[in-house]
């Protein structure tokens, strides 16, 4: 076993950033706007990342740097300035702060309604650390989870991981959920996600896992992590890695999938040896590992890529589920990838792969009314339209139905589209509710 594979996890913090910046090539100026940057955007790394799948040589602008350390030019430039100069003069933590959490304010924390949707509740009383969205489906965020090996730069969560207790949400009442889930029978698949459910050491994750392995209706338990990129040691030579594996294949036994959400960005994070076995071992415990990943400008814009990233996955035993479009949250201007692009860049990789790997779908946008996904461009009429429809919906009734929106080639969100051939959405309300909600 290589070294890589024999070292315990530490994660690398804002602490260390100057360090890792000066082996990156930056300069002093540069060093300090990206300080600047990383006061308003959680930073945090580790040993792999840095050893084993950043390209230094290519750093700054190597697709895996960009994937983890903050950039100047993310945030608006005069806000970068005053906190830059903030940084130089050494000023009070405080003041640094407060001048972050209004950069903060700035940049959507909370899309799709995390704080005020979908809360669910038992009786009156609202159950934190829980979203139900879909009528089959419950996510948990267990508290012990709320962090990752690494930060993804363009994470859509990232307003939980940067300390402001307002924005955290997190739950470690097991019994809650599953109180929850002996109340609503139609729930079959529980997501545990956060941050990084694979986080949380075996005796935690056990905890939680546990008694839902009690709940008859329950088909599925699914972990979303991105640790096989991150820290396949997890599932190989971690103290804790057996154990682990074992559970998972309790989950098995017990009669309910143990469905791994693995995020996966970019072909290189599927590279090294460490995750091959790291896969092998999660299979073999009788878990399935599908695959989702967001499209990012100047990270994964690419429909080569993104075949050979689904083709490798079917290789090693992996399903292709989902790509996403980034969401509307945090430096989104800086990674957002237009929906004309991002249907062109799908449909010219999906045309290349087998129809094993044909399982991917998208590009799917999370938003609030529930995930949709851009089928095409069509000329209907014509007008020129993009062909859209709903692939989970907090209404059921609006799923697999066709939709259009008008031909936009710069929208790059739900929000930016209007509707062509009707006055509204099919998931907007319609003339008479919408005026006795207003
Ligand atoms: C994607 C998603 C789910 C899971 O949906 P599936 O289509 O079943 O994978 C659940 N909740 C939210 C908020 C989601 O975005």
Not at 51 to 75: H, T
Not at 153 to 175: M, N
Not at 379 to 405: N, S, T, Y
Request: proline share 7%; charged share 25%; glycine share 6%.
């Amino acid at each position: 076993m290589n070294q890589a594979g024999t070292r315990r996890f530490r994660a690398y913090t804002s602490k260390h950033l100057d360090d890792l910046l000066q082996r990156a090539g930056l300069g002093d100026e540069e060093r300090l706007k990206v300080r600047a940057v990383a006061t308003v955007l959680p930073f945090r790394t580790n040993a792999y990342v840095v050893d084993e799948l950043i390209d230094w040589s290519a750093a700054p602008d190597d697709p895996i740097y960009r994937l983890v350390f903050p950039q100047e030019d993310m945030l608006p430039a005069a806000d970068v300035a005053r906190l830059a100069d903030l940084l130089k003069a050494e000023a009070p933590n405080a003041e640094i702060q407060a001048e972050a959490n209004r950069v903060r304010a700035q940049l959507n924390p909370h899309p799709a309604g995390q704080m005020e949707l979908n809360v669910p509740r038992i009786g009156v009383e609202p159950v934190p650390g829980m979203q139900h969205k879909y009528p089959e489906t419950v996510l948990f965020f267990p508290k012990q989870g709320q962090t990752c090996h690494a930060y993804c730069t363009y994470c859509f969560r990232w307003a939980q991981f940067v300390g402001d207790a307002d924005l955290k949400f997190a739950s470690d009442d097991i019994g809650q959920l599953v109180r929850y889930l002996h109340e609503h029978p139609e729930v079959t698949s529980v997501l545990i996600t956060g941050g990084d459910a694979m986080i949380m050491g075996e005796p935690v994750i056990r905890r939680y896992i546990e008694p839902l392995l009690g709940v008859e209706q329950l088909e599925s338990i699914r972990i979303g992590t991105k640790a096989l990129a991150y820290w396949p040691q997890r599932f190989t030579t971690d103290p804790d890695a057996d154990a682990t594996l074992e559970l998972f294949e309790q989950v098995t036994e017990s009669g309910k999938n143990l469905a791994f959400m693995a995020h996966f960005t970019h072909p290189r994070e599927l590279e090294s040896p460490l995750v091959e076995s790291a896969v092998q071992r999660i299979l073999g415990s009788g878990a399935t590992i599908r695959t989702q990943a967001p499209m990012i400008r100047s990270i994964n814009d690419d429909a080569a890529l993104w075949s050979g990233m689904w083709r490798r996955q079917l290789r090693m035993g992996m399903i292709p589920y989902y790509m996403f479009v980034e969401r509307d949250t945090g430096p989104q201007d800086y990674f957002a990838v237009p929906l004309a692009r991002a249907y062109e860049i799908f449909r010219d990789a999906y045309s290349t792969i087998s129809g094993l790997c044909r399982t991917v779908r998208g590009p799917s946008m999370s938003a609030t009314p529930g995930k949709v996904c851009v089928d095409g461009v069509a000329e209907i009429a014509g007008e020129k339209v993009f062909v859209l429809h709903f692939i989970q919906a907090r209404d059921p009734a609006l799923v697999g139905r066709p939709f259009f929106a008008r031909y936009d080639p710069s929208a790059v969100w739900l929000t930016d589209l209007r509707p062509a051939f009707a006055d509204r959405f099919p998931f907007e309300p319609t003339g008479e509710a919408a005026l006795l909600t207003a």
